[in-house]
């Protein structure tokens, strides 16, 4: 990837679900593009390679930032502290849940799936939606999802630490994954 980009073939390396040692070894071979990860108010067991890009000033986009589409019951948007700040606001629970991703460091970079104008507005007005010290206190308290599962074509499950991207690469089935939630 270092070779097609110096030979100007691609524009960047970017890097998609890793882990912290292997953020760290692409970072001290070349420049790192931008980091993709699962990452949300319920899934945070990323936030060392989260952090890591904070203080190194690179781009992070968390996919699954509404919850992953893999779960029946939405541990983001489902979360009583996620509805309350949104009732206060005024909000959509959506808006609030983008807006906390976005108030955590400014190298986040969002790219919320939808397939509708309506939510593609939505989404927008996240950026415009202010939460204050204790809409955000409460945000950090949100339980993360104990169990979400990646249910393959096949009937097979997979747990969450397994993300839909290692299940494919390890399971010999088709795989049906996408990298955000759909609307």
């Not at 420049?31 to 936030?47: I, K, L, M, P, T």
Request: aromatic share 6%; with cysteine.
């Amino acid at each position: 990837m270092v070779a097609m980009r110096e030979e100007g073939l691609i524009g960047g390396v970017g890097l998609s679900n890793v882990s912290l040692e292997q953020y760290r070894a692409a970072r001290s071979r070349t420049e790192v593009a931008c980091v993709q990860n699962a990452y949300n108010a319920a899934q945070r067991s990323d936030q060392p390679v989260f952090d890591s890009c904070a203080a190194d000033g690179g781009p992070y986009v968390p996919f699954f930032p509404l919850g992953s589409a893999f779960a029946a019951d939405n541990p983001v948007l489902g979360a009583p502290a996620v509805r309350r700040a949104a009732g206060r606001l005024g909000v959509t629970p959506v808006q609030v849940a983008l807006a906390w991703l976005l108030a955590l460091a400014p190298n986040v970079l969002l790219i919320p799936g939808t397939s509708s104008l309506a939510h593609l507005e939505e989404n927008l007005t996240a950026a415009s939606t202010t939460l204050d010290q204790a809409v955000l206190g409460e945000l950090e308290q949100v339980q993360p999802a104990s169990w979400v599962s990646i249910r393959l074509k096949d009937g097979a499950s997979h747990p969450a630490a397994s993300l839909p991207f290692q299940a494919a690469r390890t399971h010999t089935g088709p795989c049906i994954a996408t990298c955000s939630a759909r609307r």
